[in-house]
């Protein structure tokens, strides 16, 4: 779950985002997640994000922008995971034919 939520924090951040952008997307994810599991950490994530950027710039572009940003980096913190599980799965399996 941390993965989670740093890889939306960078997310936000790599596209742009302000730290408000970041401290939304951040906010937004924690209270989403216990809300709505894990539909609720991407909604609430990118909303934090709009949420954050659009309060700082009253420009909707770039409020996307970052709830976009935000998305993208879940999607990738999650594809890092499932790396790390299956190559957890093959250190495993390796000790196993090893022995």
Excluded: C
């Excluded at 997640?33 to 309060?55: D, K, R, V």
């Excluded at 879940?74 to 499932?82: E, L, N, Q, R, S």
């Amino acid at each position: 779950m941390v993965i989670d939520f740093v890889a939306g924090i960078l997310g936000a951040k790599l596209s742009g985002a302000s730290w408000f952008g970041v401290l939304g997307a951040l906010v937004g994810s924690m209270f989403g997640f216990i809300i709505l599991n894990i539909p609720g950490l991407f909604l609430g994530s990118f909303a934090g994000a709009f949420l954050g950027e659009y309060l700082k710039y009253q420009k909707t572009h770039q409020a996307m922008k970052a709830g976009v940003g935000t998305i993208l980096g879940i999607v990738f913190g999650t594809v890092i995971k499932v790396i790390l599980a299956f190559m957890m799965i093959g250190v495993f399996l390796w000790g196993m034919i090893r022995y």
